[in-house]
Structures are given as structure tokens and as C-alpha cells.
């Protein structure tokens, strides 16, 4: 896979288009340099190239997302934010081999920011200038992702000063594992060996499932005995409820048949008398307020509707006369005389008087006709109406019920005496006693009734359970017992893939120990630094130094800190260096038995949290080299401060022995402080493009092609 041609559309402080070409018909010039001082845009460009390939996956998130959209709002140059909708996109061109011949892709991948600000990502991939299908896009992905996986991200796109983190920061075993395991194709063995001991490990639940079948079986027998006694002791506590409550019935029917009554009843009873009695009160005082303040003017009815008439007469002609006192006046006639205007009514003043005229002869003649007799005050009429409105609508049956539920009531009466008269409480407290006891009993079998019920609930929807449980069981095991066959071929499988695996992860990984002994011999000018190294089947890497002691030291060191302490004093290699001394003399102690050795070379482990910063990079670096060695494809690697902590005296063996074999496309971005003219020298004949990015203003990117920083 190479990259042809890079371009940023208002991309960070990428305003506009900006292109980058990569491409040279020699392809043994595999380096495109890059140099910028800092925040001149070349970590933006770093971003841009994860971007375009992975999308949202290159911040670790499986889909775009809120968070992912922030991070690309915040990508889009500012500048073309003032203009919606902002419009940026990242492309890339690149070569990609399909075993027979080479396939040209476009990637675009492009931003819209609307004036709402809801962002919206918009990616296309062209295969040979044809515009694939969603489903081809996303077989293109996958590929990708074959490619280049999660697991060789920090190895394809080397950030120098994180790098460090990767390999040496804590669960650095795991990481390295995987990039291994991938690098090798090997991960394939990981799924197959869980395949196959998925498969294996069914013989244990075969055994497991005969039994959970059995044992179900049993649990179901055992489950309906219990749902067969328990219905039988609910029908035996229902019919003995059933009992008592027929006691309880004869005991009050024996009661009451010997005139037998609570207490209750019997403060009942006098409590209805007096309720009666207040009942009759209160009818005689409705009766009473009736013969007082209705009767008399019943007997005057007639007499009082002939005033009524006479009231309303006066009424009439008192407004007839407030209206023809209006209607003489000089407002009414202004009135009349607008109106007419208005309406353009030509009327003389002969006309309108006799218009009011005729008012007042129609008014004189309906209503001021009679001379008023009465002529009451306000109050005396209001108090007259109040009476004729109530004796008006008086019904003169009411006196009749009232007088019929006085004497109703005096029956009732009678008869609840009566009823007290016969009643006997001598023996209350005796049918209490014992109706209590019944009822208390009735409430015991009533609990035991509904326990017994809640538990015959319970037991039946676990037995549905395990009987939904047992049919699922017994189809597994059927199956099961049909599988064996199969279950013996995975499981020689198994073991003959355990021991390819491990024979072939065992040969890489002297590949990847032989292959760095030489990277760091090369990089490193420190002698002596790392004399060995170790990875362990956990991946952990141990590096050794070796180190001569002298007799005298060594003894001293052994007699200080005891021989129990030795693999904790020098380590594991080295005390077994020095215990096989010990086998040559079994009689001596450790420290007799290396006497007269004059001077012994031990392998010390050393922590290589204990190296500097400049170390742990030339480390880093020599072992990045040893394991990228397994890769067999051309990949592209984006490195990002490439010199980091490494000082000026290992920059050269950096260049010369590590950017210049690297298989495949090298985009170092660096700055001047890094890479040099000097540097720049020594990969001339592989250097394929170089540009310098310039910081406008501190806001735009402009970049230089053909040159870096002074060189043209």
C-alpha cells in the first residue's frame, strides 16, 4: 500500500486546499519528509492521515458519535467556520496491490457544519476512478482494517514521545502480544484454538448436562409429590373453615332465638328510639312555624293576589311617568334631532312635538289611567312580595306528611320498646366468649389455607421452570451424545494446534530476540548496554547486561545477603549460573564454591525503567525495528517526532539504520531541531518529497514543496 497524493480542505490551520504529492516512478525513494516548527501544522496532518482511514475507529470509537463530531468540529479550520456551511475534507490517493495488479483508490472523506451547527460526515471511496456501493465501502473498511488493525495503530503511526508508553507502560505485554500475534497472522490460531476448545469442552458438558438431566428428573418427580399433598391439605383446611363457620351460624341462631342480643344491639335500640324522637320534635316545629307564619295568609290568599295586581299597576304607571318626564325634556328632543340629521330625516318642529304628543297621549291613556292606592316604600313592597312568593308556592300536602310521620314515628317507637321489653343480655358475654373462639379459629385455618396456597403457587411455577429447563436439557444432551465423533477430532485438533503455535510463536520469537540483539548493537554507541533479551510466552521482555564480578566481591555480596537471596540479589539466569558451581562441589557452600574462580561473567536483568529517556528510545527503537521485521506487507509509517529524547550522537544510526530500512512509505514529520541538513544528506537517494510547512500568522498553514527549512 503506498499514498500517493495527500489533500486538506480547511482542514485545522489547512486553509483551503492544500495537496500533497507523493508519488515518484522510483520506488525505492520511500520517504516523504515534512518539517515544521512547532504548531506549523505537522501533528494536524498526523490527525488528518488517521482520519481519512479510520474515521471515528482512529479515536478508539466503533461508529461517529457526539464525542467524535466535537473533536471533528473543533478540526475544521476556524476561518472557514465563519461561513456556513463550513465545508471541510480530507483525501488521499493510494496504491493498493490485489495480488495480480495494482488498484488505484480515492478516499474522501468530508465534513459539513450547517448554520445550525450539526455536523455531518460524508465518506466515498473510488476504486479505479469507479464510485463503489455502500456494502463495497464498507468491504473496503474491512480491508483496511485487515490491513492495518486496531492492534499495529501505534506501530504504523509512530508518535516518538508516546511511543515510549506503548512498550514500556504498564500492561505493555498485553499490547505487544497482540501487534505480535497479528504481525504473525497468528491471531487466526487464537480463534481457531477457541473454536476447538469450545468444541472439546463440551465432553465435560456432556458429563455436566447427564447430569443436571437426571438430577431434574428427579427435582420434577419430587415437585409434583409436593403439589399433590399440598392441594390435598388446602381442600382439608377449606372443609373445616367450611365447619366452623356452621358453628357460628347455630350459635347466633340460638342466640337470637332465645331472645339472646349483643350489646351493641341492645344501645342500638335506644339510640333509635331517641333518634325517633327527635324526628317527631323537629315535624311539630314545622308544623308550628306553618299554623304561625303561612296559615293566616293562606286564608287571605285571594285578597293578597289582588294586591299583588294593584303593586304592579303602580309599578307600571311610576315608570310611565319617568319616561314622559325623559321624554319632555331638552336632552330627548337634541336626541330626536341627531337621529333625524343622522338619517337625513327632514322634520319640523311642528312634526317633532307632535311626535312626543302622541307619546304621551299612548302613555296617559295605558297606564296613567288609574290613580295609585297603595303607594308602598321599597321595604314594605319587598316584604309583601317575599310573603306572596312563599304562600304562592306552598304546598298544602306537606302538612299532611308531616302529621303522617309524626304518628309513623310514634309506631316505631312503640315497637323498639317493645323489643327491649323481650330481649335477654343476661347471657352476652357467654355467647361472645364463644363466638370469638370461633372466629379466631376460622381466621387460623383461613392463614394456614392461604399459606398453603402461596407455597402450592410456588412449587408450581418452579416445576413449570425446571420442566421449560429439563425439555432444553434434554434436547443439549441429545445432541451431546450425538457429537462425540465430532468432540474427538477437535480435541486431537486442539493439541496438534497448541504445539504448531507453539513451535512456530517460539521461532518468531527468537527471530524477533536475534533480530534486536542486532538493532541495538547498531543504534546504540553505549557499550556495553544490552548484552541479551528474553520474552517470555506472557510477552514480558527481560533484557540482560553482562557483568563481571571478582571473586573477592562476589562473596562478599553472597555471605551479606545469604543464599536463600541470591535469585533476588542477581536474579533467576544468573543464580542458576551460579548454583551449577555449587553441583560441581556438592559439600561446599555457594560461597566455597565459587572460591579460587577469580572473576565470574553473570547475566544481570536490568529495569529498563531505570534507563533514560534517550535509552528507553534507542530501545524502543531497536525493538520496533526487531518485531516489524515479521510484517511481509508494504505499509505505510507515519512517524511524528522522530528523534524525541534521542540525542545528537545516536541521530545518525537512527537515520542510517532505521528510517532507511523500514519497508515501505516513511512520512517523518519533524522540526528543524531534529532532523537536520546533515540528516537530509544521508537519505537523499530514498527521499521521494519534502516540504516545509509554514505557520502564517499563527492561524494558516502554507506549505513549501521541494523544500526543507533552508535546503531548496
Not at 306553618?290 to 294593584?310: G, S, Y
Not at 536463600?564 to 542477581?570: D, G, I, L, S, Y
Not at 555449587?582 to 529498563?608: M, N, V, Y
Request: proline share 1%; net charge negative; with cysteine.
Amino acid at each position: 500500500m503506498r499514498i500517493n497524493e495527500i489533500c486538506l480542505y480547511n482542514f485545522g490551520s489547512y486553509e483551503g486546499l492544500n495537496r500533497i504529492l507523493c508519488n515518484v516512478e522510483d520506488k525505492k525513494k520511500n520517504i516523504v519528509l515534512f518539517g515544521g516548527k512547532n504548531g506549523a501544522g505537522k501533528t494536524t496532518l498526523f490527525t488528518a492521515l488517521q482520519i481519512s482511514l479510520y474515521g471515528s475507529r482512529a479515536y478508539g470509537y466503533a461508529a461517529n458519535n457526539a464525542f467524535y463530531n466535537r473533536k471533528i468540529e473543533k478540526l475544521i479550520n476556524n476561518k472557514a467556520k465563519m461561513t456556513r456551511p463550513a465545508i471541510s475534507y480530507v483525501e488521499l490517493k493510494v496504491e493498493i496491490s490485489n495480488g495480480l495488479e495494482i488498484d488505484q483508490y480515492k478516499l474522501n472523506r468530508k465534513w459539513t457544519l450547517d448554520e445550525v451547527n450539526v455536523l455531518s460526515e460524508e465518506y466515498t471511496v473510488c476504486k479505479n476512478e469507479m464510485l463503489l456501493s455502500e456494502s463495497e465501502i464498507n468491504d473496503f473498511d474491512a480491508f483496511i482494517m485487515q490491513i492495518i488493525p486496531p492492534e499495529l495503530f501505534n506501530l504504523y503511526f509512530f508518535d516518538g514521545e508516546k511511543i515510549v508508553d506503548f512498550f514500556l507502560s504498564e500492561g505493555s505485554n498485553k499490547r505487544i502480544k497482540k501487534a505480535f500475534m497479528t504481525l504473525c497472522g497468528y491471531d487466526a490460531f487464537e480463534i481457531m484454538h477457541k473454536n476447538f476448545k469450545r468444541v472439546n469442552s463440551s465432553n465435560i458438558e456432556n458429563d455436566l448436562l447427564k447430569q443436571q438431566y437426571w438430577e431434574l428428573d428427579e427435582k420434577i418427580a419430587d415437585m409434583a409429590k409436593q403439589c399433590g399433598n399440598l392441594t390435598e391439605c388446602q381442600e382439608n383446611l377449606k372443609k373445616e373453615c367450611e365447619t366452623v363457620q356452621a358453628k357460628v351460624i347455630l350459635l347466633d341462631a340460638e342466640y337470637k332465638k332465645n331472645g339472646g342480643v349483643s350489646e351493641q344491639e341492645w344501645s342500638r335500640k335506644f339510640e333509635q328510639i331517641k333518634e325517633e324522637e327527635y324526628l317527631r320534635d323537629r315535624s311539630k316545629t314545622q308544623l308550628k312555624e306553618i299554623a304561625n307564619d303561612t296559615i293566616p295568609f293562606l286564608i287571605l290568599k285571594t285578597q293578597m293576589e289582588k294586591v299583588h295586581k294593584q303593586i304592579m299597576r303602580e309599578l307600571e304607571r311610576e315608570r310611565a311617568e319617568k319616561f314622559l318626564e325623559l321624554l319632555s325634556s331638552d336632552n330627548s328632543r337634541d336626541t330626536f334631532r341627531g337621529f333625524f340629521k343622522r338619517n337625513h330625516l327632514q322634520v319640523t318642529e311642528e312634526q317633532e312635538q307632535e311626535l312626543i304628543t302622541d307619546f304621551t297621549n299612548y302613555y296617559e291613556e295605558h297606564f296613567l289611567c288609574d290613580q295609585p292606592i297603595l303607594q308602598l316604600s321599597n321595604d314594605e313592597m319587598a316584604s309583601f312580595l317575599n310573603v306572596w312568593n312563599r304562600i304562592k308556592i306552598f304546598d298544602v300536602k306537606s302538612v299532611e306528611n308531616l302529621t303522617k310521620a309524626i304518628k309513623a314515628s310514634l309506631k316505631k317507637s312503640q315497637t323498639l320498646r317493645k323489643e327491649i321489653e323481650l330481649c335477654n343480655v343476661n347471657t352476652v358475654s357467654d355467647y361472645v366468649e364463644r363466638r370469638s373462639e370461633l372466629l379466631k379459629k376460622i381466621d387460623s385455618l383461613k392463614m394456614k389455607q392461604f399459606e398453603c396456597e402461596q407455597q402450592l403457587f410456588q412449587v408450581e411455577w418452579e416445576k413449570q421452570s425446571c420442566e421449560a429447563e429439563y425439555k432444553r436439557i434434554e434436547k443439549a444432551y441429545m445432541e451431546e451424545l450425538k457429537a462425540d465423533s465430532v468432540r474427538d477430532i477437535s480435541g486431537s485438533a486442539m493439541v496438534m494446534l497448541s504445539h504448531l503455535q507453539e513451535t512456530l510463536l517460539k521461532s518468531k520469537i527468537n527471530k524477533v530476540e536475534t533480530a534486536f540483539r542486532h538493532e541495538i548493537n547498531r543504534l546504540i554507541r553505549k557499550e556495553p548496554f544490552i548484552d541479551d533479551i528474553v520474552i517470555d510466552s506472557d510477552f514480558n521482555i527481560v533484557v540482560y547486561r553482562n557483568i563481571t564480578y571478582p571473586e573477592d566481591e562476589l562473596i562478599e555480596i553472597i555471605n551479606k545477603s545469604g543464599t536463600k537471596n541470591v535469585v533476588n540479589t542477581f536474579g533467576e539466569r544468573a543464580a542458576k549460573i551460579l548454583f551449577s558451581y555449587k553441583t560441581e562441589s556438592q559439600s561446599l557452600s555457594l560461597a566455597g564454591a565459587i572460591r579460587g574462580k577469580h572473576e565470574i561473567t553473570l547475566p544481570i536483568e536490568l529495569d529498563k525503567n531505570s534507563f533514560s529517556s534517550g535509552e528507553k528510545q534507542i530501545f524502543i527503537m531497536a525493538f520496533y525495528r526487531a518485531i516489524m521485521k515479521l510484517c511481509n506487507q508494504e505499509i505505510p509509517f507515519v512517524i511524528d517526532t522522530p528523534f524525541a529524547r534521542i540525542d545528537t550522537e545516536h541521530r545518525y544510526n537512527i537515520v542510517n539504520y532505521f528510517f532507511k530500512e523500514l519497508k515501505g512509505q516513511v512520512f517523518i514529520l519533524s522540526t528543524d531541531e531534529e532532523i537536520s541538513e546533515e540528516h537530509v544528506a544521508m537519505i537523499e537517494d530514498r527521499l521521494a518529497a519534502s516540504y516545509t510547512l509554514v505557520n502564517t500568522d499563527d492561524s494558516r498553514t502554507t506549505l513549501v514543496a521541494n523544500k526543507y527549512f533552508g535546503d531548496t
